[in-house]
């Protein structure tokens, strides 16, 4: 039985030897063949950043006609507190939805 060679070892042998070049300007150069790209890193992320990401992972994005004069308010609103315009949009949609389910609830 004939084996088949790996092509991605066979492509990494084949490649020029390159560096690269710290961001900050150093002089410190790095052989990309003497990085450990198989190496796992565990690192510690913020709760709040991994919620952030997990969230935005659960969005689907649509295609909605609304209001100029609603955009706008959620411009002025977005401006004073700091949150990007399409994520008060969304809160309000959310509290809409909310409002929905407890006067579903209750009527």
Known sequence: MKRSRNKHAASKRSRPHRSVTSPRGDNDVVATDDVAWNTTLEVEIDPKLAEAI??????????????????????????????????????????????????????
Do not use: C, F, H, N
């Not at 997990?54 to 949150?83: P, Y």
């Open 54 to 107: 997990r969230s935005r992972a659960r969005l689907r994005q649509i295609t909605l006609r609304i209001g100029m004069d609603q955009i706008e308010e959620a411009r002025r609103v977005a401006a004073r507190t700091g949150v990007p315009y399409q994520a008060v949009l969304r809160r309000w949609l959310a509290e809409g939805a909310s409002l929905a389910r407890s006067l579903r609830k209750t009527g």
